[in-house]
C-alpha cells in the first residue's frame, strides 16, 4: 500500500489489523519484567502462553535492538538499561506517590475498609498503593504489585468502562487473545457491552464474589481521569457477607469521590 493510500485509508477512518506481533512482543517484555532475575524460554513459554519458536524469535529481535540480553552461563534472558528509554516521559506514576499515598491514610481514617489505587500494566490493573496494612479489618497485607484482573474486579470494570473506545478494543483483542479466564469473556460482545452499560449507568465499578481467586470479597471502584484519558482506580475492598455493593456505594462512595477529585484537581493543575 502506498504512503498515499494510507493517509487516504487513516482518513476514511478505517480500521487497521491487530499487529499481532507487537501484541506479542509486548506480552514478552512484560513477563521478563516480571522475572526479575531473567527467565529461559520454556518459563517464558509457561508465562505467556506463547509458543517457543514464536518467544525464540522474539527475543532474537530484541537483542538484535539491544533491549533484552542473553546470559551465556544458564541461557536466560532479562531486559537491558535501554528498556527505561521506553519509558522516559512517562508521568502517570508520579501522581501516586505525590497525591495518592497520603489522601488514601486519610481516606482509611474515613471507611476504615482497605484501599488501593492502582493503575493499568499493559491487561490489568496494577496496584500502586494500598492501606491493606494498616486496616484493622484488611486480611491481606502484601497488595503492592498485585494484579487484577479487568473483566473480573471492580477496578478493572471502572478501568475499562471509561477508558477511551480505541483503548478499550485494543484491550478486548489482547484480552481475547490470551488463554485465560478472561478470554472468553473477551471474545462475547453482549458480556463486554452489558459490563460497559451497567458500570456507566452506576458510575462506579464493582466485584460481589466475581473474581474466583477472591470469591469471598467484594468491592467498589472509581475511575481517576485526566481530560480524555484514566489514570488509575481508587478501589474499596470488603467482605462480601458484610453488606451488599448497593450499601457500600451509599456508604463510601462520596468520602471516595472527594480523594478523586482531589487527585484530578491537582493533576489537572500540574499538567
Avoid at 506463547?50 to 525464540?56: E, K, M, N, Q, S
Avoid at 500502586?128 to 477496578?155: C, K, N, Q, V
Avoid at 468502562?161 to 478472561?182: F, G, K, M, Q, Y
Wanted: proline share 3%.
Amino acid at each position: 500500500m502506498s504512503q498515499e493510500q494510507e493517509q487516504t485509508q487513516e482518513q476514511n477512518g478505517a480500521d487497521y489489523k491487530l499487529v499481532r506481533g507487537l501484541t506479542r512482543g509486548l506480552t514478552l517484555l512484560n513477563a521478563l519484567n516480571r522475572c526479575n532475575g531473567g527467565a529461559r524460554i520454556m518459563e517464558l513459554a509457561q508465562i505467556t502462553g506463547l509458543h517457543r519458536t514464536t518467544i525464540r524469535r522474539l527475543l532474537e529481535t530484541l537483542q538484535v535492538e539491544g533491549y533484552v540480553r542473553r546470559s551465556e552461563s544458564d541461557d536466560s534472558y532479562r531486559l537491558t538499561l535501554k528498556v527505561r528509554e521506553l519509558s522516559e516521559g512517562f508521568r502517570d506514576e508520579q501522581w501516586v506517590s505525590q497525591y495518592a499515598a497520603p489522601l488514601l491514610g486519610q481516606l482509611l481514617q474515613d471507611v476504615v475498609w482497605p484501599t488501593d489505587l492502582s493503575t493499568l500494566d499493559v491487561d490489568a490493573m496494577v496496584i500502586r498503593e494500598t492501606t491493606h496494612r494498616f486496616s484493622r479489618l484488611s486480611f491481606h497485607r502484601s497488595m503492592i504489585g498485585r494484579r487484577l484482573p479487568l473483566l473480573l474486579t471492580a477496578a478493572g470494570r471502572a478501568y475499562f468502562a471509561n477508558c477511551p473506545d480505541a483503548e478499550r478494543d485494543s484491550l478486548i483483542h489482547l484480552l481475547a487473545s490470551r488463554d485465560t479466564p478472561e478470554a472468553k469473556l473477551a471474545r462475547d460482545p453482549e458480556y463486554i457491552e452489558a459490563l460497559v452499560r451497567r458500570t456507566r449507568q452506576a458510575g462506579y465499578g464493582s466485584n460481589f464474589r466475581d473474581w474466583g481467586e477472591e470469591g469471598r470479597i467484594a468491592a467498589i471502584a472509581l475511575p481517576i481521569r485526566s481530560a480524555q484519558r484514566v489514570l488509575g482506580c481508587l478501589n474499596l475492598v470488603y467482605i462480601a457477607d458484610a453488606m451488599t455493593i448497593e450499601e457500600a456505594a451509599r456508604r463510601y462512595l462520596p468520602a471516595m469521590q472527594r480523594v478523586v477529585d482531589i487527585i484530578e484537581r491537582r493533576v489537572s493543575n500540574d499538567s
